[in-house]
């Protein structure tokens, strides 16, 4: 959902997750002021030309105008804090569909041709639309529905719906897959062909930074009374956004030519393409482009031109011969602005509070507990308190520890670029590790067997932090746990842990397109289906065996595990068992404690805990009235002196992009004195201390005070 408004989405659940009340587009979060200004220009702007060819309808700002065919001051037809875009006019020129969350999220809706009488055609809550067009007889509306698995990048197919709003819609095409987007529909006058931009990129995945140039988008048909589908145009560059000619003989399509974006004309009946507008809008076909990776542009009635926005203006182009002329527009924006959250963080001070605990395992007399915080063990009493390093250090990072069934001894993994992976044992009151005499590599997860004789683990494999190097044989491994030859059990699956019984070992893999937990043995072979869920991971059964606990949108939820031998398909929504929520606001690596009956997780640095008997009201020692699941744990955190560096430093010579407007010196000197920057200016201007380390950095440029939050190289 696209809002205009400053204002974080936290806040949205601060004033409306507590008492459940409907989410309002339109109302106010706080402090808010409108403003007003006159603009003839605008970014991202998508229009369409009426049947009779006398007006254009755009958006501008998440609004929608109307100007006359050849320009002028606009009307507004929408207005206020919802995101209304992508307006398309029906054919008999009565109506106007578009693209809005007015109602919470981004559905299609019609209004009359005035503005008038706004009314929502779909009504989803999780798969939502965009660019709409109407079929021929203006009964139906095409439009691009999201399909998202288990990525945030989904997929488009094209959905066909009655103008009533009644029914829930139909899909007209099948998505290629989860991540290789579709969208921008367009219909033929006569209603029966139906074209779309379809992404044809090799592979089942999103990949970033593709080459337009090799072809990302291509353009399909669909032939809508036999089902025959065909590929129109693509290859160099691609092709997105088509438009079909009022005489169904041209096809207008956008493609990327060398680092311009282009309007072409495609005659169907030769296949002959024709270049007509070389100043379009970048196009974003290498990007992730839910709403279309070129904005919405039409066909006059008469076929003789194209509208089309670029460069911030609306542009009338002659097909017959690409040329352009302006038309110039004006429209009065009033928006209103709700002043955003701002909270001030502190940077670089001298001591900094430890938020991040993970691996956290309660052991088994349910006394302590241990954790990995800043690359380090640590244990301590289940309240917090009397925490300690558990290791001497000296391997490098140190992480998944895991208490040995007695209690009294942790296994982990450790990591250092020089050294490599490895798996040690260490005595729960603390000392000396011993090195389990595995070669260098990649290890994950190790876990105890019942009788805590062997140790199972995964070998993985490097990536681009760790490196390529020490990962063959990559697989699901068991080792004796006072060391000896090591064993391949199965080069399936992750987090492998021991059944009851010790026979089996427990894995989480995949099942078809649902996360799976499976069992193999020991032995090897003998894979069978625990449990399957399409949207929840994590799976962790009890020690008795008879509850399960998994995690689905950051949540964490149990439900009894009765012995069937069928596969347990689960979800936040099964209603086959009780199925409790454990957690209030959210929850990570869940860990069952040793007698069942306790179910252990973490969010943040704090250490959560929940009785099945607060959980479940059949269970022994459960009370008439189920508590609530709890609002806070045991703090395991703590304030640690930051690692601040000493000494002054001078970089001089180099090119600075300074945070002060838009100036840049060409030859400047940037002096850093431990971890402040004290000057910042020209060579001449600035004086360099005597005891500073000198940096030449000339032919390089600096950003000195420049955070990037979020970045892809």
Known sequence: MMQKFMYPLVMSVLLFGADDKKWDVTAEFGPTETITFTTSEGTWMSCDVSPDGKHIVFDLLGDIYVIPITGGKANTLTSGPAWDVQPTFSNDGKSIAFASDRSGGDNIWIMNRNGSEPRQVTNEKFRLLNNPVFTADDQYIIARKHFVDTRSLGAGEMWIYHVSGEGSGMNVTDRRDWQHDAGEPDLSPNGKMLYYSQDVSPGNTFQYNRNPHDGIYAIHSLDLESGEKKTVTGGVGGAVTPQISPDAKRLAFVRRVGTKTVLFVRELATGEERPLFDRLNRDSQEAWSVFGPHPGYGWTPDGKAIVITAEGKLWRVQALDGKVSEIPFTVKVTQKLTEAIRFKTPIGGSMFDVKTVRGAHVSPDGKRVVFEALGRLYTANKDGKQRKLLTSGGSGFEAHPTWSPDGKEIVFTTWSDPTGGGISIISAKGGKSRQL??????????????????????????????????????????????????????????????????????????????????????????????????????????????????????????????????????????????????????????????????????????????????????????????????????????????????????????????MNGDEVIDNGTVVITNNRIRAVGPADAVTVPKNAKIVNVSGKTLLPGFIDVHTHV
């Not at 997780?601 to 508590?627: N, Y």
């Open 437 to 658: 005499p595995l070669p260098k590599g990649h290890y994950f997860n190790p876990s105890w067997s019942p009788d805590g004789t062997k140790i199972a683990y995964r070998k993985g494999t490097g990536n681009f932090i760790r490196g390529p190097s020490h990962s063959v044989e990559p697989g699901i491994y068991v080792v004796n746990a006072k060391g000896g030859s090591t064993r391949l059990i199965t080069e399936e699956g992750r987090q492998a842990t021991f059944s009851q019984d010790g026979e089996r070992l427990l894995l989480h893999s995949r099942e078809g397109d649902k996360n799976a937990l499976i069992g193999v043995k020991l032995s090897g072979g003998d894979r069978r289906v625990i449990a399957t869920s399409k949207f929840g991971s994590r799976f962790s059964i009890a020690p008795n065996g008879d509850w399960i606990a998994f995690t689905e949108r950051f949540h964490v939820y149990v439900a009894p595990m009765p012995k069937t031998g069928k596969i347990l398909d689960l979800s936040t929504k099964m209603t086959a068992l009780p199925l409790v929520k454990m957690t209030k606001d959210s929850g990570f690596e869940a860990h069952w404690s040793a007698d069942s009956k306790t179910l252990h997780w973490t969010m943040g640095p704090e250490l959560f805990s929940r009785k099945l008997s607060d959980s479940f009201t059949f269970t022994e020692e459960a009370t008439v009235e189920i508590p609530k699941a709890p609002e806070s744990g045991v703090n395991l955190g703590w304030s640690e002196k930051s690692a601040i560096p000493q000494g002054t430093a001078a970089f001089i010579g180099g090119r600075i992009i300074t």
